[in-house]
């Protein structure tokens, strides 16, 4: 095939034989190629050298993405067919149906006797005056959480430290740690918080880090923070974080806000736990961050954080733990007879922890605390104005101004309960979630999803729809989260849940539900069971973003009954 001469290429006969072949095929693709383009001057060449290139990188980016090429094409249809005339039409009509059917039915449509207050009053009210109103707007609630209704809401039981904690919120109600000078009492219990979350977490040395509004801004300041620790340290400036596709929606916010590429992992469809190993394959050259949970919210999983900590060593990204459900309870858990594997900084991956103190720290809700293995990843958390002519402002959480008080019940709760009295309920939740988990096992049609070892608890059933089962269990007063994809029903257990028959009146509710749908397992869901079966089908997520959306326009509405 050519005249050049043949290469020696080992002293093995067989690999040298393989190697002359691949030599004659490479010599003839070269020769080939030069006579094509023996007829284009050098510029041509090169113009059409950068198409190809330009359209192969098209072609693979397209190819190669995080959604399935599949459902990436019925996403594509579904939106090409929108904007056709008759169909768009159509859809456009169901959603509009849609959305006025949530504006007259909400807890924004005020029953008769009440109206909205939408100006100040020309004369100032009394206290008294002022109680009155709030009374009158408190008979609006009619979901009873104190007696344990709700999933998750309120984590605290009736008794809990009320009285203490009222007292020094009403003591702190003024304060700001802004003002450090001012409230150097703030600075120091804020300090002794994150020192005492860190010993909790078995921190090997001082632990860094600060008390924010909730979860959500935790998590929000660790991805952040390793977005810019990445940038500084390894010149990433295209980063991708790699997580569970259960992990809390606060991260897909966090990738929205700081404009991170989020790569979301399917996890196992019987046990709900994530792969280790998927999540290691999705690891590039721009990962900042993997993300590990205890529990994951839906189904109330433990993550394997000792495989993605060897993973987070390895390939040399940020290992964040979300333990911002389950960060009161999971410390304690060993000392009250229900050990877990390691999920702290005991793991040498683990470079930050959320942890929220407002559930089973048992504080006001406002309160979350997020830590850091070390205090050089903590600085890429504070932000610095330096040329302001305000002069230099810094601060180390999303909001400047920040109430000292929530700071000062959430140093109040943990010194009063103590580890003693987390310990003991720890145990008392853990015990109940084993002891729902026992009797929901025990019930024909329905199945606990996975295998939940804290406080969370879901359940599905495969011959009729759970969607049903959540209707009928609103109707007796039951405030459950509905899960999608797959379809099931949650509870995050609490305090409130461990008062005497709670738990046996929800199996009891479960068990007679379930059997009314067992006598028609193929029933038609309606009323709100039937738009979320809707909202799983419908392939363009967008639509069901906007009618999302349209529930928080709603929640800021003031418009009078009678009112257009």
């Known amino acids: 095939m050519s005249g050049d001469p043949l290469p020696v290429l080992t002293d093995n006969p067989y690999f040298n034989q393989v190697g002359l072949v691949l030599y004659d095929y490479f010599t003839f693709f070269k020769t080939t190629v030069n006579n094509e ?52 039409a159509m859809i456009k009509e ?12 909400g807890p924004w449509v005020l029953p008769e006797g009440h109206s909205y207050q939408t100006k100040l009053p020309e004369k100032g ?18 979901v009873s959480w104190q007696k344990g209704r709700c999933s998750g809401t309120i984590y605290c039981a009736e008794e809990d430290k009320n009285e203490l904690l009222s007292e020094v919120y009403k003591n702190y109600c003024w304060t700001n740690p802004l003002h450090v000078d001012c409230f150097k009492d703030v600075r120091k219990m804020e300090a002794e918080v994150v020192a005492m979350c860190g010993e909790m977490f078995h921190h090997p040395g001082k632990a860094s880090g600060s008390v924010t509004s909730g979860g959500t801004e935790s998590i929000l300041m ?34 929205a806000y700081f404009k991170i590429h989020i790569i979301h992992i399917p996890v196992d469809p019987v046990t709900y736990a994530v792969n280790p190993r998927d999540i290691a394959n999705a690891i590039n050259s721009n990962t900042i961050c993997i993300v590990g949970s205890v529990p994951q919210y839906p189904h109330g999983i433990m993550d394997d954080i000792a495989a993605l900590s060897e993973i987070a060593v390895r390939y040399d990204v940020g290992l964040h733990v979300d333990a911002c459900l389950g960060g009161f309870l999971i410390p304690f858990m060993e000392d009250a007879g229900f050990p877990l594997p390691p999920f702290d900084f005991r793991l040498p991956g683990v470079t930050a922890i959320s942890i929220d103190t407002h559930k089973y720290g048992y504080t006001y809700k406002g309160s979350s605390v997020v830590l850091y293995r070390s205090v050089e990843t ?98 007796k007063g039951w405030n459950l989260a509905v899960l999608q994809f ?70 800021y509405s003031t418009k009078n009954n009678g009112e257009s």
Not at 48 to 67: C, G, K, R
């Open 378 to 475: 903590f600085y890429h958390q504070i932000t610095s104005t330096t040329e302001w002519p305000g002069g230099i402002y810094a601060s180390p959480t999303l909001a400047g101004s920040r109430p000292g008080a929530n700071i000062a019940v959430t140093w109040a709760a943990m010194m009063s309960f103590g580890r003693d009295g987390y310990v003991s309920a720890t145990s008392e939740v853990i015990r109940g979630a084993r002891y729902l988990i026992d009797g929901l096992e025990q019930i024909e049609g329905v199945e606990v999803m996975g295998s939940p070892v804290i406080s969370c608890v879901a359940w599905t059933s495969k011959i009729f729809n759970i969607y049903n089962m959540s209707s009928d269990l609103t109707k």
């Open 37 to 88: 383009f023996k007829q284009y001057e050098i510029w041509q060449v090169m113009l059409i050298t950068v198409a190809l290139t330009l359209m192969s990188e098209a072609i693979l980016n397209f190819l190669i993405q995080d959604e399935p090429l599949l459902s990436r094409f019925k996403k594509g249809l579904f939106k090409a067919v929108r904007v056709t005339p008759i169909i768009g």
């Open 486 to 555: 797959p379809a099931g029903i949650h509870i995050a257990l609490t305090r409130r849940h461990m008062s005497p028959g709670v738990i046996d009146q929800l199996l009891l509710d479960i068990k007679e539900s379930a059997a009314v749908q067992m006598l028609n397992p193929g029933a038609a869901a309606s009323g709100a069971a039937a738009m979320y079966g809707m909202a799983a089908q419908i392939p363009d997520r967008s639509i069901v973003g906007d009618i999302s959306r349209e529930f928080w326009r709603l929640y």
């Open 222 to 255: 660790s991805m952040k923070t390793h977005r810019d620790w990445a940038r500084e340290t390894k010149g990433i400036d295209k980063p991708n974080i790699v997580c569970a596709i259960t992990a809390h929606p606060a991260f897909d916010k966090a990738a």
């Open 125 to 142: 009210l009394s206290d008294k005056e002022v109680l009155g109103v709030l009374d009158k707007y408190n008979s609006l609630n009619d």
């Open 94 to 105: 169901k959603v509009d149906k849609t959305k006025a059917e949530m504006a007259n039915d």
